[in-house]
């Protein structure tokens, strides 16, 4: 967040903020094939939701059962609500308003042994309360270099946070 | 929704609507028998609640617990609310106000070997999204011929949705 | 365990054992409707299995899905594996043997300004460990004379345990 | 709710109420340790936090995630949300407000061989519905005298409720 | 089953059989990222492992978890722990011998407007007991010509099983 | 692994190895308060159970339950099971032997600004596979100091691993 370092570069941010446009929708669904929703999830996150994610319930008849949750701005909403409609067997969606905090974002490249990793750091009022290694980084290196994806992320961490390198 | 077929009749249907009229409860469960909430489902479900369905939880001290959940009209919430006081040990229930957006619905009759099965539609912009067979045709079926329901199914299916009959 | 009281009688015991001829069944469906689950559980119930379950999983895929277990006598493996494969659509079972330890069972009557109640005793090493009314009993109760089925309960465990009567 | 008997003591009660104050917080966790998810709910429940529980999601690229849940009044949100933020690795949080029912509650005591033990009421529409042991009071029977705590349960129920003393 | 129809070609089975060399292997993880369970999963899977999956479990010290489970080989144990402990934070391993009964397995190809898709078909003692469209295939359709999956599924189902053509 | 560096210190270890006198126990619960089931896991560890955890099970007659797992060595299986019968409802507890492999364990010590935190090792064929600080000790340092739990493991793990200190 001060200056930039030679191992680091930044190129991106996004401010704190709070985003009062956002909608969670919420499905049961008990007569569903689980391949169906798998496919369906990744078919919503295309379309821009924000998130997807299944819950496991216990329906009544004996139904074990799960409750799809679509996170999206309201922009987008009628076009999600028509996805899950066209590709699961829902009669019904039910959905709310919620308010979403969210941190600023900014990331950091760093430079490893085997490539750049991109560290993205969340920024709390005006502190830096997390810095993560970006997955994607880490699972391509450790793919290409047949190295457990733990060390990729241990080498990253020891790097240092917060600017504190050794 | 065009015109009927000699294997279908129509016999009801439900417009397509947005109802702003209803209410999410929640409770979480955390000292009752498992054996009281089969029976207080059942007793929310005859009283005229849309859906009551269990979501595992993790709650302090260590205590593996249930989230109660009931969607049902804001007419009958404080019937709702006394069976769930009355029924089970919470001493509190959090709820708030959900939009379910529901297709229109629509029944037609399909003969098959055995008897008639009733098919639910689902429309949505006018047009047929859904089909099922209704479980109690299909399972009534089942028992009385002894025939898994899975074949149950797989004829009705076979039998074509949106009027493509063989 | 004493003599019999006027309040209560005795009418069936099973003996604590160790049974060694009990099979674990599990399968894991992820692409089968749970209303079939629903179907599936009560049939290997009706075909002499002592518990079939439902655990939520997540699969391959990003599928959200449930592993159903079966516990059953090795007797009636064959019979069991037969429904499962017909009523579900899973291409494979595994199973392995568990040895069960069951309480010694007895039930006792008791009555109450209702109608009477059976309490089933779990004993252990000849001592009384466990005491709880039949739930059937006291549902029928509960609906009959539309009280809360928790008030049945209060009633029955406050006529006391191992004899202490008030 | 009458006159105090001689084996019971009143000190305290809640009036039964409404509160329209109340905030529901939902954070999907998905790469972070459970050893600090425990921690974070305590410290969350220290800060004033009514309600916090996890409950099992299935996220994205195949991550078994929790999402953690959290019920507070809203005069206390910005402190939930500064631990939320500082104690894990969330870059977002959602909330909505709920609104909570919740019973009248009142303490009674009530003399065991072993000790006295808190018994809470919960009260609707100015009748007990509810009333149950305080588990700490019945756990350090349960320890310091070596007996199982199902037992100290039975005792404090066998010695009845809403005055039906034996 | 019997003869070849011309919308069908068979070009694979494989016999019913019980499998007496499988191993499941289970794993509680408390201390490790959702992200890198996706990523063991893949690897895993990569190495020869015939299922692996994860069940949302509730460990001491209030940490909301999961388990773990592998479906393998005994011929491919070793290998499998070796990826386990390597890409997971585990410190153990349990594991035990379970017997797998598959049913035969056959490919049949049908032919639908957009191309061709597989159907598996289940085999026991001699009769199909199962025919379900491959998802892969099914999927790729409904990609390519922006056709939601059900309605690739329900073309297919529409064409009948066992022989059953319309 | 190598020598003993200034900043840490070994000072016990664990050979790797092949448990074969290992029992895991499982008793699904339906009728009994989660209170009581976080006191039943304490009182299984203290009495020296490897494990226990808890999954959420469904159930017949619509029944959200947990089925309890113990892990435990042969030697102690009876006073498991009594602790079992006696502080649960449950009439019957099924279990089955299991091979735990585990890896061989070393503690060794940093020091932190704020005082020493134990990491273990964990070595698998002579090789550390694992590192991990020891999470009570982060708790305390975190507690006392007022520092999120997260900075403590951040600069433990900076610390390096493998001996590759800063």
Redesign the interface.
Known sequence: MKGSKNMENFFDHMEEHEDVN?I?L?V???????????????KL?KEGAN?????????????????M?V?CDQKILENI??II???????????????????G?RFVERKTPWGVVKI?Q?I?NGQI??E?PE?EDC?NI?DRHQI???KIY?YV?????KG?E?
Chains 1, 2, 3, 4, 5, 6 share one sequence.
Do not use: C
Not at 28 to 42: A, K, P, Q, R, V
Not at 157 to 161: A, C, N, Q, S, T
């Open positions: 956002m969670k919420e049961n669904i008990d007569d569903i094939s689980s391949e169906w929703l798998g496919y369906t999830m990744d996150l998130d997807v994610f299944y819950v496991p319930i216990f329906m009544k008849k004996n139904r074990p059962a799960y409750m949750q996170l609500k028509r409609f066209e590709e699961t067997t829902t009669l019904g969606i039910r959905y709310y308003p919620v308010t979403v905090h969210r941190l974002r993205k969340g709390y309360v997390q993560s997955y699972k450790a457990p994806l733990k241990d961490w020891k790097k240092g946070y504190k050794t």
